[in-house]
């Protein structure tokens, strides 16, 4: 029975009805916690809005801020956040502790209703002891493997599933187009001359052809294997002579339209066909090309200067290097980054044959999906009596194999979607969504002519002499494989078999994302009484909106949607991607609008808290927002190391709006080649970290009054590259300046770098572990940012400065070191927990040169870093000592 829903449910939301919903949680919550900050401010929004974001970096960046959390807890200021931002590994202590506080807000008592508890709290207060929670964290460091070796082949055999899924769907693409060419081309003597020929043999009688005068000159005509591209290539001559002649004469007869209303160059009839006709002209091309190629490549074989050994094993070396590269490509991507950072000459060697390596592999794996394509065209192909070596079955002299797998396929069919209707499931949705689409005519017309004439060519390439009923059975088992495999494929769906399940149940159990008997917590059901959660997200981006290319330019018709937006397409921007989020009242973007979590849950029931934090660092995946990773992608994609998420269109909220082209799951080739839109039924979503890797920006969208960002990405440059994109887009998009002076933590730790003896300085003035700034939003509100980045003063325990001096990487570990021992973890939970904790007991004084002024005018632009930092504690009520 379907479940209906309410239109307030599936109806997409503006971001001014999600705040106002935000909102009411947060007045809620300092109601139940009994904090006064005052009343609203001028935007109708709590006074003293206090937000806190925790940065990607995965494993260590969840150490980092684990301590710097349990720092914030000691000085009584996690239960004053509003606003928690978290992004990739800040998410998975960020989502814990949610989680956690969510768990024992349902246990409290009656009296004590509306409460939760911070459930990394120290046993015995201050720094000591670990409580079970932590305890937990510090079992489950190694969480990608936790069992070692068992876990590590189970993610190899999934990693592997993925890799039988992806040549199958492969197969759907390759196995028509072989089926096309074997189809027109029987035999290799084929292979030598067009399709007219043997369609003329077919309809001219035989005395025509020997005894008429005009036969000799038509027949090297269309004996040519290139008539049909020699033909293409005059008709888009033709039209652009036509149409450059046209345009100089409307011009030079003083012509035209001046009414602004004539057609803009590029949207014009001219440029249409143009268009249609380059792209007719390559495919006829490639097409053409490949019966000469095959005929060479057969002929090479059956003369000996081609052995299928040597091919082979040139195929099993090809494969071994695509293999390694992408499963070393986190250490050779941090090669090529670390070069940006560190100016040594081995850093760019190293990030040179980083570069090799990808580039080569990515090269190196379309040429052999297309050497498959080939072999695959070849055994169906005869030369001379036998076929070539190959797969017998797909040459068997009887229909055996054709009558079997057509009978399997079609069962398998009617059999999937019977239990997909009683199950009511998606794919049977999708079916019916298809047979209510509207089809555009002219794609129909194609369809059916095309289909009209592939009959047309197997019977004109299979009559005649020295033909026999081999040819026929050929074709027909290429024909149900085909059949067989596009069945197959088209059951597959666009999560079921990456790797991002495998990823959010290892993250689900290693850092309790449920609800303390393990269900998933869905993020509808989250409570009020914890801070409110922002989990990030990237929304892939790569092409513009199909209604803006649609739309007439000329004629300033607004876009058909349920408001304007601020933001432009962001693929216009060359931004490739967008801000996404996931959250209790909403998930979605500008462009997307944003859905009741509770509809997606519905539409995908595994999008849970835990799905969020895995959605959020999905690091590695096929296209990755803003960092571009070029040729890599496709690779990435087709071995299945990808951890990204396909959602429902948060502007899509009905099943029937999906489009018909997911029958063919074309998700692969859309990820591949960065066929996104921000407007397609289903949208490919990444790690947060691929656009705002600190999740600064989402607190400034909402105007807050106060933010902590505990940044720990890797950054030993400490260039604060992060920052800076977000500095650039606040600005942008929402008006928000943001004035933070920086240079002084970076010059302190180049000096610390050079001098890493782990003895304390005297006075940690010149070493500080923090900037604080201040913030300027559109109207004049201000303000103040506190922002802490991993680094290291020499105050730090003397495990943590033992750490350093054996690991110098230390604070800015590799990411893709996701397999940290109990001494790696503690020494970057240690570090959060003391920088933190040195900032609010004035154990780190930052500068005190008050002639430092920030950019801003108004209050805060007038102050130091001291004088911030002083006015930040006394609005957040924290002058108060930390216990033990």
């Not at 209906?4 to 916690?33: C, G, Q, Y």
């Not at 009905?654 to 799951?665: G, I, K, N, S, V």
């Not at 947060?688 to 969208?701: F, T």
Request: proline share 5%; net charge neutral.
């Amino acid at each position: 029975m379907t479940v209906k829903r309410t239109e307030d449910e599936i109806r997409p939301h503006t971001f001014e009805s999600v705040l106002e919903l935000e909102h009411k949680s947060i007045r809620n919550r300092r109601r139940t916690a009994k904090i006064d900050v005052g009343g609203e401010t001028s935007h109708g929004a709590p006074a003293d809005l206090f937000g806190v974001t925790l940065s990607g970096g995965g494993i260590r960046s969840a150490s980092y801020c684990l301590g710097a959390l349990q720092a914030l807890h000691a000085w009584g200021l996690v239960n004053r956040i509003d606003y928690l931002s978290t992004v990739s590994g800040g998410g998975y202590v960020g989502t814990s502790m949610i989680a956690g506080m969510n768990a024992s807000h349902e246990k409290v008592s009656e009296s004590r209703a509306g409460e939760c508890e911070f459930p990394f709290a120290r046993a015995s207060g201050g720094d000591i002891r670990d409580c079970e929670a932590v305890s937990h964290l510090r079992d489950y460091s190694r969480f990608l493997a936790p069992r070692g070796f068992l876990d590590i082949v189970t993610s190899v055999a999934i990693i592997m599933r993925g890799w039988a899924v992806n040549l199958l769907l492969l197969l759907a693409f390759l196995l028509p187009l072989a089926t096309i060419l074997i189809l027109s081309n029987p035999t290799s003597e084929e292979l030598n001359h067009s399709i007219l020929l043997d369609l003329a043999n077919l309809v001219l009688r035989p005395e025509w052809r020997t005894n008429s005068s005009w036969w000799p000159t038509v027949e090297p005509v269309i004996r040519s294997p290139f008539i049909f591209t020699m033909a293409m290539a005059i008709c888009l001559v033709t039209w652009l002579i036509g149409w450059a002649l046209y345009r100089s004469y409307i011009e030079s007869a003083g012509r035209q339209r001046q009414n602004g209303t004539a057609s803009l160059e590029h949207d014009g009839l001219g440029a249409n066909v143009g268009r249609w006709l380059v792209i007719a002209f390559a495919f006829t091309a490639t097409m053409e090309l490949q019966p000469v190629i095959i005929a060479s490549l057969t002929d090479r074989m059956s003369g000996g200067r081609i052995n299928a050994d040597g091919l082979t094993g040139f195929a099993a070396i090809a494969a071994s290097v695509v293999g390694v590269s992408a499963m070393f490509q986190g250490k050779l991507i941090v090669w090529i980054q670390r070069a940006l950072s560190v100016p040594s000459i081995a850093a760019r060697l190293q990030s040179l044959l980083a570069k090799a390596i990808l580039y080569g592999a990515a090269l190196i794996l379309p040429l052999l999906i297309y050497c498959v394509f080939l072999l695959i065209v070849i055994w169906g192909i005869k030369t001379g009596n036998p076929h070539p070596p190959g797969p017998s079955i797909l040459v068997a002299e009887d229909w055996t194999f054709s009558v079997a797998v057509t009978g399997l396929s079609v069962f398998f069919l009617v059999g999937s979607q019977i239990a997909s209707r009683s199950a009511k499931s998606r794919p049977w949705e999708t079916l019916t969504s298809i047979s209510q689409s509207r089809f555009n005519p002219k794609i129909l017309i194609l369809i059916a002519v095309w289909l009209l004439v592939l009959p047309i060519a197997a019977i004109a390439t299979r009559t005649g002499p020295g033909k026999d009923i081999g040819d026929w059975i050929v074709l027909c088992n290429y024909l149900a494989l085909t059949f067989a495999v596009t069945v197959v494929s088209a059951a597959f769906t666009e999560n079921a078999n990456g790797l991002h399940r495998l990823y959010r149940d290892r993250l689900r159990v290693a850092f309790r994302l449920g609800d303390g008997t393990g269900k998933p917590v869905p993020l509808h059901s989250l409570s009020d009484a914890a801070p409110y959660l922002l989990v990030n997200g990237t929304l892939n981006v790569r092409l513009p909106k199909k209604e803006e290319i649609r739309r007439k330019e000329k004629s300033g018709t607004p876009p058909n949607r349920a408001t304007s937006h601020r933001l432009p397409d962001p693929a216009k921007r060359g931004r490739n991607a967008e801000f996404f989020i996931f959250s209790k009242h909403a998930i979605g973007s500008e462009s997307t609008l944003y859905a009741n979590p509770k509809w997606i849950w519905s539409e995908e029931p595994e999008l849970d808290l835990a799905a969020a934090a895995a959605i959020s660092g999905a690091a590695v995946s096929s296209s990755m927002g803003r960092i571009g990773i070029g040729l890599f992608g496709p690779t990435l994609a087709l071995l299945n190391l990808r951890l990204g998420f396909w959602l429902p269109n948060p502007s899509r909220p009905r099943a029937q709006d999906r489009h018909w082209e997911d029958l063919f799951r074309l998700y692969l080739f859309a990820e591949a080649f960065g066929r996104l839109r921000s407007d397609s039924s289903r949208i490919y979503v990444t790690d947060g970290g691929h656009i705002d890797n600190i999740g600064l920006y989402q607190l400034l969208k909402r105007r807050c009054k106060f933010i902590i960002v505990v940044d720990s990405e890797a950054d030993p440059g400490m260039n604060f590259g992060a920052f800076a994109d977000v500095q650039r887009f606040a600005r942008i998009d929402e008006g928000a300046l943001v004035s933070l002076d920086w240079r002084p933590l970076r010059n302190a730790t180049v000096e610390r770098l050079s001098n890493r003896s782990g003895s304390r300085p005297a006075s940690s003035a010149a070493q500080p572990q923090y900037a604080i700034g201040c913030i300027t939003y559109e109207g004049g509100d201000q303000g103040i940012l506190l922002y802490v980045k991993a680094a290291v003063s020499g105050t730090e325990p003397d495990y943590v400065l033992d750490y350093e001096r054996r690991y110098p990487d230390f604070p800015h570990e590799a990411t893709s070191d996701q397999f940290f021992s109990e001494e790696q973890m503690e020494a970057y939970r240690a570090l959060g927990f003391h920088t933190v904790n040195a900032i609010f007991t004035g154990g780190q004084t930052g500068t005190n040169d008050a002639s430092v002024k920030l950019e801003p005018n108004g209050i805060y632009g007038k102050m130091n870093q001291q004088q911030l930092l002083h006015e930040l504690m006394e609005k957040l009520n924290a002058r108060c000592a930390v216990t033990g």
